[in-house]
């Protein structure tokens, strides 16, 4: 079994595990609260007199309609919460997708400016496990300028033989501001000069557009240019040295290890690498960082949806204290008169949560299928990506029903401290 089939199985058992999870809180709310309880009949009462309370038809018209406020928050707040997220994820999915297919994986350069036996260093990498290809690479800046206009690059040299040698592949963003096309002619300047009757001036070639490039971000196409490697060796006066080598791995995630092997196979020191990760960590831990406070948010937003069930409840206690002296002067515990409020609680939460998720997930089925069109001039997408995370369902679910919990132990405590007397006073 290979890696990629591994991870294939893993997702579909969180798959399979999130949809399980909400299948055991439907089964259970169903048991608890609408079975007839065969095999546990003590806990059966308790369900039978909470379902009596929640159904009552002479109910103060307030509980009914805060009970169903509760069930609308709760629901919101979980649908709400699953598309968000969702979508930040699909969001941060295709913003990784693009670093990925713009960058190298895994990058190994040297100290000091002399890397002219990188075929050396080739030949002992490019077949380690996990690496897919290595080439080498002339990284530097450069000005370029056509007759309309100019713009500072960052220009790259790549063994690539679609490149003449006097060819330039630049992005769609500068070729606007450029304002050519391909087969147009512009000017390069490097800032390595040669020497002159005037003294030492920039180095200047003329290349021809070959191909025009879009990654889908702004500041690769507005300023990468990509020429052939021995254009660049010989503009940045390098002779047969390179900047660097280049690597993309089967395993983009496993960069940090692949790049640890690829040092250790160069020699280490005077190598270092560095991989598309620590590159764009900070980029990425602000996108994490986002992330985890939208989440705090959201689940304060839930949280906030079970405070209602605790003033539903609450409500009920207070209109139901009769019923309750009633219960106790018959020999209910306290444990049991807990129970009654617990499932009255719980069953509210469930049922919004269920609606939640299942509006949620449908609702991140619709945008991928129908999908939100977006300006794809301005946000480099045609329409709002969507990719929901199985652990994070799960966790909404499971947060859910923990909070609506919470929310019962309250006004839980309160009924079973009623003292049957003081219930039964006025009556």
């Given amino acids: 079994m290979n890696e990629a089939s591994a991870f294939q199985i893993v997702m579909g058992v969180a798959w399979g595990g999130g949809i399980g999870l909400i299948l055991v809180v439907i089964g259970a709310f169903f048991y608890l609260f609408w079975g007839e309880g065969r095999w546990n009949p003590s806990f059966s009462s308790e369900a039978f007199v909470a379902r009596r309370f929640m159904m009552a038809k002479r109910n103060h018209q307030a509980i009914s309609m805060i009970g169903f406020i509760s069930i609308l928050a709760v629901m919101s707040a979980c649908a709400g919460i699953i598309l968000v997220m969702s979508v930040m994820n699909g969001f941060s999915t295709d913003f990784r997708d693009k670093i990925l297919g713009a960058n190298p994986h895994v990058m190994l350069m040297k100290y000091g400016h002399d890397f002219s036996d990188y075929p050396l260093v080739l030949e002992k990498t490019k077949r380690l496990k996990g690496v897919e290809s290595a080439q080498p690479f002339v990284l530097g800046e450069g000005m370029l300028s056509s007759q309309y206009n100019m713009t500072g690059c960052v ?157 539903t409840l609450i409500l009920v206690v207070l209109e139901k204290g009769k ?22 609680g719980v069953s509210i939460g469930a049922v919004g949560t269920l609606l939640g998720t299942l509006i949620g997930i449908g609702g991140c089925w619709l945008l991928q299928k129908l999908g939100i069109g977006l300006d794809a001039e301005i946000y480099y997408i045609s329409q709002i990506p969507v990719r929901m995370n199985p652990a994070e369902v799960s966790w909404v679910v499971f947060g859910s029903l923990v909070l609506s919990f919470l929310a019962t132990i309250p006004p839980s405590l309160m009924a079973a401290r009623l003292k049957p007397v003081e219930g039964l006073r006025y009556e």
């Avoid at 009633?326 to 306290?334: C, N, P």
């Fill in 155 to 311: 220009l790259k040299g790549i063994a690539d033989e679609s490149i003449a040698s006097h060819g330039i592949v630049i992005g769609e963003e500068m070729a606007k501001t450029l304002r050519v096309f391909e087969g147009d002619a512009i000017r390069l300047v490097s800032p390595m000069g040669e020497l002159g009757p005037m003294g030492l001036m920039p180095k200047t070639r003329t290349f021809k557009v070959v191909r025009l490039f879009k990654t889908g971000m702004y500041e690769y196409d507005s300023k990468f240019a990509y020429i052939a490697l021995a254009s660049a060796q010989s503009l940045f006066g390098l002779g047969m040295g390179v900047s660097g080598v280049e690597y993309r791995i089967d395993h983009p995630d496993e960069a940090a290890w692949v790049g640890e092997e690829i040092e250790k196979a160069a020699g280490a020191y005077p190598f270092y690498v560095r991989d598309w990760m620590e590159m764009n960590r900070s980029l990425f831990s602000a996108l994490k960082l986002e992330k985890v406070a939208m989440f705090i948010i959201l689940m304060t937003l839930l949280a906030m949806a079970s405070l209602l069930i605790l003033v």
């Fill in 323 to 344: 019923e309750i002296a009633i219960l106790k002067s018959m020999g209910a515990t306290h444990v049991s008169v807990m129970k009654i409020f617990v499932i009255y």
